[in-house]
């Protein structure tokens, strides 16, 4: 020992070191202290292992032992065990706490009782009375006195809060401000201005900065950077919904993603700047998943994207759809229109359009409440409108042509104008530009004018007929097989081939190059009995007579010529023989 009164009263203890005024003049029965400085141990009475540095440090340790205090009134008023302060009044006031580090000026001073505290840095917990609280950083949880187990990391870190518990703070004043515990912050001013906003979990640079609300999640430098009274978001990447206010209930996972939203709600968005330029409350309830997908939306609302630069020009459309790399991709003012599929729709300008499949509507700049389903379907159309293309590149030349339907594999493909037009079937076409209410139906069947329909490519059509034998088979329903017509107001023209067949005052008439034959209707030979020399059959089969008479007599024939031919009517010599020429063509 060295100094005055040092050891003064020591009889049984071993290896003590005193060095200084009145260093542990009580102790008794202690070993192996280390007291320098005025006053050290000065009460100590009992107590072993301690090693005291500093004037009046461990001042009031009676029995405690294995305890370290290094600087001026460190460790002053401890009378517990296992305890380490460093620093001119590192854990001056602690008294019953145990497990205690206290490294720094005044770090832990104000402990009294609370146990298993570490504090690393100038006032570090400078006023903590609570348990189980680390603090690394100077002035880290500066305030807090009865939050109790936190963890804190950084200078100022969590430096007002007072009654905080569960909380974990790391870095520059992160959680500065705040007031509740059970927040998670990680990064220089993370969650730096949250007061009263708790369940929140900040990570990266300035995240949740200015928070005050709860329930958030921001991952990434400045994600929600902004937010103070939006609740239940979550950011992940830089900038993130770094500039949202108030918006709720918003998702954005990737850098810039919902960057400039600062009211809007209801948002998810998912890929570098996706839905990026949206700011107002207007554009609420928006999807958009993929690299600057909606990355320019504005105002629209109801929006779903999916693929990057998806909506990637979208304003102001609403309700909206994309599912693909590139789809709807130049579209700025388009709204309520569907498309899936690589470019679908990609420089569409107008609205209501649904096209799904990889090219779908590609070239789509005007044509509206248009739907198409397959690969190619509609791809050169440019301004046509109210279409429908269901099948790989079905209508895949139109431009212009409107109010057309095509069923099948590349049905109405050829042409660039099809207009008010059907064609079902694969490759069902029109052999010209432009025709008008045309349709083709089957496999390969084509039209060639405007206001007709063709059926099939040689093939039979059968009506209530399975296995048609004809080109036309009716079966019969209910024991009737029949073919209506009505009454034509003219006569058609001469076809130039073959024949066709019309009603005309509720008489079948047929016509081809030779005119007009009445299939039903009177024969122009009145009834009544006529002689044989007085017969005569015209070049339609018409049988005429110049008189009326009858043929009585045993004739075993009878002859009928026309011009070219004779027929003969064979009778039996046995029986009387009567011919009569009834109102009907023979």
Known sequence: SYGIDVFTDLALGTGNVGVGFGVAPSLTSGDGNLGVGVSSLLFLVSGSDNVSLGNQSSQENISGNQNVSVGVKSLQENLTDGNVAVGFEALQSSVNASGLVAVGF?????????????????????????????????????????????????????????????????????????????????????????????????????????????????????????????????????????????????????????????????????????????????????SAFGSESSTSNETGTGLSSFGALSLSANQDGDFCSAFGYKSQSTSVSASNCTSMGYASLEVNTASGNTAIGSGAMLLNETGSNCTVLGFGALQSNISGSNLIAIGESALFGNEDGSNTVCIGTGSGSTQSSYINSIYFGTLADATANSLTNAGAIGYNSRISISNAINIGNSCRIGINQPSPANAVHISNVSNIADLGFDNSLGTPSEPAEGGA??????????????????????????????????????????????????????????????????????????????????????
Do not use: M, W
């Open 106 to 286: 005044q770090a832990a001073k104000a402990n009294i009782a609370g146990d298993s505290v570490t504090a690393v840095g100038s006032l570090c917990l400078a006023n903590n009375l609570a348990s189980f609280n680390t603090a690394l950083g100077a002035g880290a949880g500066y305030l807090i006195s009865t939050g109790e187990q936190n963890t804190i990391v950084g200078a100022d870190a969590f430096a007002e809060n007072e009654i905080g518990s569960n909380a974990v703070a790391v870095g520059f004043q992160s959680q500065n401000k705040s007031t509740v515990g059970e927040n998670v912050s990680l990064g220089a001013f993370s969650l730096q201005n949250n007061v009263d906003g708790n369940d929140c979990v900040a990570i990266g640079f300035e995240a949740l900065k200015a928070n005050l609300s709860p329930a958030c999640t921001a991952l990434g430098a400045a994600a929600l950077r902004d937010n103070t009274d939006g609740i239940l978001n979550t950011a992940a990447g830089a900038t993130a919904l770094s500039q949202n206010v108030d918006g709720e209930k918003n998702t954005a996972l990737g850098a810039g993603a919902l960057q400039d939203n600062d009211s809007a709600s209801n948002c998810t968005a998912a890929g570098y700047n996706a839905l990026s330029s949206q700011t107002t409350s207007t554009p609420s309830n928006n």
């Open 501 to 586: 067949l019309y009603v005309s005052s509720n008489h079948l008439q047929y016509i081809n190059l030779d005119g007009v034959i009445n299939l039903t209707g009177p024969s122009g030979v009145a009834a009544g009995d006529y002689t044989l020399t007085n017969l005569s059959v015209d070049a339609r089969g018409r049988i005429t007579a110049a008189s009326s008479s009858s043929i009585v007599g045993t004739a075993t024939e009878i002859d009928v010529s026309d011009i070219s031919n004779t027929y003969t009517i064979s009778l039996d010599p046995l029986f009387t023989a009567r011919v009569d020429l009834l109102e009907a063509d023979v």
